[in-house]
């Protein structure tokens, strides 16, 4: 069974850090991008970032470029994101996806981590 | 504002079909990247429901089917249930320097 477990959400001030991790199982981890998307309250999905398989390409929204880096260990089949200078807009809860499909296989979400940023 | 615009909100009543539009541009979708539909209830993981513009994962149901033309997709949803009541994205990337994916705004369907 396919699993993506998030973790690292909570309460943060604005201008701190935090860093989510997702620890993936029951799939070759290696054989897929993976990527964090977040929902803000009462609002749609918005992709945030992407790694490519190795984690040497990396993709982001405009509106965290700068600001968030992700990262994956695939010894610990383990997927981040660094989030630094957080603001008020960052709160939403985030979820990590592998949103690559191959061979009928993938479009994996995580159940989420919900991220406050509050002073 | 995202780079794939969908409907707010469609319904129709158990037992109809209802229509979802994912309207992009030369740069996703007419690009020819593929589309993706998700059903969505918020606070849950988002569901796969159709991936590569026309493809069910297995176990989804034959009432769900998509469909590419253009820079243009859609979601069929036939037999309405009061269990397809949630929210629907549509995805694909992006070639822009604004983007590398996208998701549509999202349609909330109301089975009525």
């Known amino acids: 069974e396919v699993q993506l477990l998030e973790s690292g959400g909570g309460l943060v001030q604005p201008g701190k850090s935090l860093r989510l991790s997702c620890a993936a199982s029951g799939f070759t981890f290696t054989n897929y991008a993976m990527s964090w998307v977040r929902q803000a309250p009462g609002k749609r999905l918005e992709w945030v970032s992407s790694t490519g398989t190795s984690g040497d390409t990396t993709y982001y929204a405009d509106s965290v470029k700068g600001r968030f880096t992700i990262s994956r260990d695939n010894s610990k089949n383990t997927l981040y994101l660094q989030m630094n200078s957080l603001r008020g807009e960052d709160t939403a809860l985030y979820y990590c996806a592998a949103l690559v499909v191959v061979l009928g296989a993938g479009g994996w979400w995580g159940q989420g981590t919900l991220v406050t940023v509050s002073s | 504002q995202s780079v794939l615009t969908q409907p707010p909100s469609v319904s129709g009543a158990p037992g109809q079909r209802v229509t979802i539009s994912c309207t992009g541009s030369n740069s996703n979708i007419g690009a020819g990247y593929d589309v993706h539909w998700y059903q969505h209830l918020p606070g849950t993981a988002p569901k796969l429901l159709i991936y590569a513009n026309n493809n069910r994962p297995s176990g989804v149901p034959d009432r769900f089917s998509g469909s590419k033309s253009g820079t243009s997709a859609s979601l069929a949803i036939t037999g309405l249930q009061a269990e397809d009541e949630a929210d629907y994205y549509c995805?694909?990337?992006?070639?822009?320097?604004?983007?590398?994916?996208?998701f549509g705004g999202g349609t909330q369907l109301t089975v009525l």
């Open positions: 995805q694909s990337y992006d070639s822009s320097m604004s983007a590398y994916l996208a």
